[in-house]
C-alpha cells in the first residue's frame, strides 16, 4: 500500500513512516558492515552504557578525525563533561526563557517581510530564517551570513546515500568530498570569528568559548571552531525540521489542528508529538568499545552502530498506536532529542522556538493550510527526515 511517506518521496529507509514495524530490534547490515538497533529499549541501551558504546565514531570514518576536537558530540567522559559544563549554562530553560521577547519580534518581523502575498513558503519564510538568526545573535556571528551558512550545510544533507564502511561508490565519494570541502569553508570562516573575539572581547557565546578554561587551560582555536561548528549545525537545521514538520502533521490531521487551535494549552505536547511522529534527526552513531550482547546479538568490539531513534520513537512496544498521531498524548518519553549524557543541550530553545512560532503561526492565519497543486518537499537524506519546502496558503 502507497503511503504519505511514498507521495512524498521520503527515503525508503525510514520505514517507520510507512508503519513498518522491523521483526528484529536490533540487524547487522553485511552489505554496510553497521549494525542497526531500531527498538526503543534497546536504543536506550545503548545511549545509556558510554562505558560499552562511545560516540568517537570519527576515529572510524575516513577525513574526519580532525572535527573531533571540542566537538561534544565525538567525546566520551570524562572529556565530555568538561566542554559541556562550558555551554550548559548558556542553555537552561531559565536563560532560554529569556529569550522569548526575541523569538516572537523576530518572528512577527519575518512573517511581515511576506505580509500581503496569500501564500508562504514556511521554510524560506520563517522556519529556517527564525533559528539561524536565533543561533547566530547567541553564538555572535553576523546572523546575516545566513545564506552562507545554508550552502555549507544544505551540501552535508543533500547526500541520499546510506552510510557504508565498505567501499564507497563513486557517487558517495563524490558526495563526501564535496561535504569535507564545504566543512572547510565553514571552519574558516567560524576561526575568523573566534581570532577577532581574542582581540575584541564580547559577552556572547564565541567571546565566552575563547576566554573558557578547561583543567586550567583554555580552548585550542581548533576545539573552539569544532565547538561552534556543532552549536551553528545542531542548532538550526533541526529546529527548521521541528517547525515544518508539526505544521505538516498538524495540516495532516486536520481534527488535531482544530483540537489545537481551540486549546492552546496543547501547543506544547503537539510539538513533542510532532518530534516523536515525524522525529527530525532519524538515527545516532556509536562505536562498542568492547564486545557486548544486544536482543540476543553478540556484538564485537569496534563495531559501528547506527541508533535509529525515529524508529524507535514508533515501537509498539513502548507507544501504544505509534502510527497515530495525538497531539495529547501523555507520557511522551520520545527520543528525538537523545539520551543520557549526549541529550540534547538545545533542546529547551528548539521547545521555545517551535512554541513561540507555532503560536504567533495560528494567531496570524486562523486559515493556513497547505497547497494541493505545490506539495511538500522533503530532505532526501536517510538521516533527516523533514521538510525542504512548504508552500502554504495564509
Ligand atoms: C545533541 C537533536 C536542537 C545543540 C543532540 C542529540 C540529538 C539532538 C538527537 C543527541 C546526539 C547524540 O546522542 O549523539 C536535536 C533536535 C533539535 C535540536 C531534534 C530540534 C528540534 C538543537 C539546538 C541546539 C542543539 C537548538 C543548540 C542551540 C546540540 C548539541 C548537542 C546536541 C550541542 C551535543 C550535546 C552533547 O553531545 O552533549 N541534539 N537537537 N540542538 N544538540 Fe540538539
Not at 517547525?243 to 505536547?269: F, K
Request: charged share 25%; proline share 7%; glycine share 6%.
Amino acid at each position: 500500500m502507497s503511503t504519505l511517506a511514498d507521495t512524498w518521496g521520503i527515503h525508503d529507509q525510514q520505514f517507520w513512516l510507512r508503519g513498518h514495524v522491523p521483526e528484529d530490534p536490533v540487524e547487522y547490515k553485511e552489505e554496510q558492515g553497521t549494525w542497526h538497533v531500531y527498538g526503543y529499549q534497546e536504543a536506550v541501551h545503548v545511549l545509556s552504557d558510554t562505558a560499552v558504546f562511545s560516540s568517537h565514531t570519527n576515529r572510524k570514518v575516513p577525513d574526519t578525525e580532525e572535527g573531533t576536537e571540542g566537538n561534544l558530540l565525538q567525546l566520551d567522559p570524562p572529556e565530555h563533561r568538561k566542554l559541556r559544563n562550558l555551554v550548559s549554562h548558556a542553555f537552561t530553560p531559565k536563560v532560554v526563557a529569556n529569550l522569548e521577547p526575541r523569538i516572537a519580534e523576530l518572528t512577527h518581523e519575518l512573517l511581515d517581510a511576506a505580509a500581503g502575498r496569500d501564500h508562504l513558503e514556511l521554510v524560506n519564510d520563517l522556519a529556517y530564517p527564525l533559528p539561524v538568526i536565533v543561533i547566530a545573535e547567541l553564538l555572535g556571528v553576523p546572523s546575516s551570513d545566513r545564506e552562507l551558512f545554508k550552502n555549507w550545510v544544505d551540501g552535508m544533507f543533500e547526500n541520499t546515500q546510506e552510510f557504508s564502511l565498505k567501499e564507497n561508490s563513486a557517487d558517495q565519494e563524490s558526495a563526501r568530498k564535496a561535504t569535507l570541502e564545504e566543512t572547510e569553508n565553514f571552519k574558516r570562516y567560524l576561526g575568523e570569528h573566534a581570532a577577532d573575539r581574542r582581540r575584541n572581547p564580547r559577552e556572547d557565546l564565541l567571546g565566552k568559548l575563547v576566554e573558557a578554561e578547561v583543567d586550567g587551560e583554555r580552548l585550542t582555536d581548533t576545539q573552539i571552531v569544532n565547538f561552534a561548528m556543532v552549536l551553528l549545525i545542531a542548532g538550526h537545521i533541526t529546529t527548521t525540521m521541528l517547525l515544518g514538520n508539526t505544521i505538516v502533521c498538524l495540516d495532516n490531521h486536520p481534527e488535531q489542528m482544530a483540537r489545537v487551535r481551540a486549546d492552546r494549552a496543547l501547543v506544547p505536547s503537539a510539538i513533542e508529538e510532532s518530534l516523536r511522529y515525524f522525529t527530525p534527526f532519524t538515527a545516532l552513531a556509536r562505536i562498542t568499545d568492547s564486545e557486548v550482547s544486544l536482543a540476543g546479538h553478540t556484538i564485537p568490539e569496534d563495531e559501528m552502530l547506527l541508533i535509529w531513534i525515529g524508529a524507535a520513537n514508533r515501537d509498539p512496544r513502548q507507544f501504544t498506536d505509534p502510527g497515530t498521531y495525538d497531539i495529547g498524548r501523555d507520557p511522551n518519553p520520545h527520543m528525538a532529542f537523545g539520551r543520557g549524557i549526549h541529550f540534547c543541550v538545545g533542546a529547551p530553545l528548539a521547545r521555545l522556538e517551535g512554541r513561540v512560532a507555532l503560536n504567533i503561526l495560528l494567531d496570524r492565519y486562523p486559515t493556513l493550510h497547505t497547497d494541493p497543486q505545490k506539495p511538500a518537499e522533503f530532505l532526501p537524506s536517510p538521516y533527516m527526515a523533514g521538510v525542504r519546502s512548504l508552500p502554504m496558503f495564509t
